[in-house]
């Protein structure tokens, strides 16, 4: 009798420690999928911002043409479905060039909706980062804790898989990772 008691009390003990970390690795995922979907949303954010850009632009450097639809062509194709970092890299090198037309186009640097845009779009780019590294810390504790022990032994079992870190993509390689070259001489 009391064999089977104690058997019980060890079965109901293994079965509260599952629930408690099966439920601690659901808040835990939860929290990655909330970083995930806040990077798509700021990247969402980046490219409703982008024909309003090209308008203001187009207005002082119209012949610039192939710069103003190369950005469209660019944003629509990063805006449309799953997030791709090759498309994102497009994207953020065509917008670049048509940043560069504001130093070429004094009287489009001083109009104030392009500045207006350019400031949006620098606090858009800063929120982009912030969600990166959220993202990457929710990961760090979703793994961390996904390995520790005991939740080790079950965690497989209960269907979490280890969660990717957010990489750098294309467009931000060899830029961020890099240490600048400065040079002081005259």
Not at 38 to 59: C, F, K, M, S, Y
Not at 63 to 85: M, P, W
Request: no cysteine; aromatic share 6%; proline share 2%.
């Amino acid at each position: 009798m009391w064999t089977a008691i104690i058997i019980l009390g060890v079965l109901a003990l293994i079965a509260l420690l599952v629930i408690g970390i099966y439920n601690r690795l659901v808040g835990l995922r939860q929290n990655v999928q909330q970083g995930v979907a806040d990077i798509d949303a700021q990247l969402r954010l980046r490219h409703d911002l982008v024909p309003n850009l090209v308008e203001t632009v187009r207005g002082y450097a119209s012949h610039e043409k192939e710069t103003l639809d190369s950005v469209i062509a660019a944003r629509n194709k990063a805006a449309q479905g799953e997030v791709k970092s090759s498309d994102e890299a497009q994207f953020k090198l065509a917008l670049d060039k048509l940043l560069a037309l504001g130093e070429a186009y004094p009287d489009l640097k001083a109009n104030v909706n392009f500045q207006e845009l350019q400031r949006e779009l620098s606090v858009v780019e800063d929120k982009l980062a912030a969600s990166r590294r959220a993202l990457n810390a929710a990961v760090s504790r979703f793994n961390t804790a996904r390995e520790s022990f005991p939740a080790i032994l079950f965690a497989g079992a209960l269907g979490f898989e280890q969660a990717d870190f957010h990489r750098l993509d294309d467009s931000e390689e060899g830029v961020v990772d890099q240490v600048p070259d400065i040079s002081f001489r005259k």
